[in-house]
């Protein structure tokens, strides 16, 4: 679900200090000063530094590849996937864990990024700035994000290895990860909707993904869309001549055609396409249609939000809503008529977005269906510091679906 029929509320920062500073006259003291803190797991931030690559010989290096080991502390990279489509942004995480039961300060005292690709440096990062902090017992803390520095997403296809060297309590700690970019060009059928009723005409839209390093002008005589049954019995064939040029975009896709199917009675369908011209490409798609009596009701169904519960003031925060079914046994069909979320700070309203865009939804037995992912559309900052509430409601036919969340802003 997009940003489309939100709307948006908010009081400014300033309004934010006034309200606090007329309930609250003496502020607590923030464990940090305000620099652009990354917050950690243990509620701990510390901004990633950098330094030139060179200099660093002796016994004091510590390097396992991926991972590096300093007395009680572990520091490694992580990425969300090693496999990379041309295109795609890369990105990888570093952090720092406290393996010991109880509370360590820490210094950093230099921090280097190089990424490579064939011998050739694609990006170099470098800062000298001086860090000290603490970890918690047992705790792990973000130290950097690639994609918070920058975007790499027009790589060639290849082999690419990111390299971090940085002084750690006065060790020399280098590790280093390594990921591979490939190209391809690819067609793909889908819908707003996981299932259609029986009677209705099935709407599908297919688009075509570049994921190569150069914009394409892709060339389409005509496109051939088959519907067939589960048993492979052909119900429908249309061919339909087009004769246009797509540019798209590296990285991008762009939407080829909106197709619309026959009525179709109750069942699961396969509908493929054929794209004929510059490039041949094709594509299949599983139709799901229902009687309107298997509507599923509310019953075993929740609603789930990983939005953090302690956050930094004035630092955007991100965060993802789903519907989760409890139900082991059973497949759950329900129509998501609306949703609703509501940031407040006592009873002052902070944040109001709504969207009431009809969606068909499909959640599988113990399963979840991500609804919203706040970083494609709009990320939300606390503009000072206590307690926030975060409500979401769903509306669900005609019931409705809460969640609650207290948000603690340090």
Do not use: C
Request: proline letters at 4%; a positive charge; zero cysteines.
């Amino acid at each position: 679900m997009n940003s489309d029929g939100y709307k948006y509320y908010s009081h400014s920062p300033q309004e934010w200090e006034k309200i606090d500073s007329q309930k609250n006259p003496k502020k607590p003291k923030r464990p940090f000063g305000r620099v652009n803190l990354i917050l950690g797991i243990n509620f701990a931030a510390i901004l990633a530094i950098f330094l030139i690559y060179f200099g660093f010989s002796g016994s004091n290096t510590v390097k396992v590849n991926s991972l590096a080991k300093v007395g009680d502390f572990q520091i490694y990279i992580t990425s969300p996937k090693e496999n990379y489509l041309s295109g795609e942004p890369l990105n990888f995480y570093v952090y720092l864990s406290n393996l010991s039961s109880s509370s360590k300060t820490f210094d950093i005292y230099s921090f280097s990024l190089k990424i490579t690709g064939n011998s050739t440096p694609v990006y170099v990062f470098n800062t000298s700035e001086v860090i000290k902090s603490e970890i918690g017992p047992n705790s792990t803390i973000l130290l950097y994000e690639l994609k918070k520095d920058t975007n790499l997403s027009n790589l060639k296809p290849g082999e690419y290895t990111a390299k971090i060297l940085m002084n750690f309590d006065g060790k020399i700690v280098s590790i280093e990860k390594t990921f591979k970019y490939s190209s391809v060009i690819f067609a793909s059928i889908n819908s707003p909707d996981d299932f259609f009723i029986e009677g209705q005409r099935a709407d599908l839209n297919l688009y075509v993904q570049n994921n190569t390093p150069n914009m394409v002008n892709l060339n389409i005589d005509n496109i051939s869309f088959t519907i067939f049954t589960s048993n492979k019995k052909v119900l429908n064939s249309q061919n339909i001549t087009v004769n246009s040029i797509f540019p798209v975009q590296s990285g991008q896709q762009a939407l080829i055609y909106n197709y619309k199917t026959i009525p179709l009675n109750a069942g699961n369908y396969y509908l493929s396409a054929v794209i004929s011209g510059s490039q041949d490409l094709s594509a299949t798609s599983v139709i799901s249609v229902i009687n309107k009596s298997d509507l599923s009701d509310i019953s075993g169904i929740k609603i789930i939000s990983d939005i953090p519960l302690y956050v930094n003031r004035n630092t955007p925060t991100s965060f993802s809503i789903s519907l989760a079914n409890n139900d082991l046994f059973s497949k759950k069909y329900v129509v998501l008529n609306s949703l609703t979320i509501i940031v407040k700070k006592g009873n002052i309203e902070l944040y109001r977005f709504y969207n009431d865009k009809s969606h068909n939804i499909i959640i599988n037995p113990g399963g979840v269906r991500l609804l919203l992912d706040s970083k494609s559309w709009q990320t939300i900052t606390f503009p000072s510091t206590g307690t926030y509430d975060f409500e979401v409601i769903a509306k669900i036919g005609d019931q409705f679906i809460n969640y609650n969340k207290k948000i603690q802003s340090l």
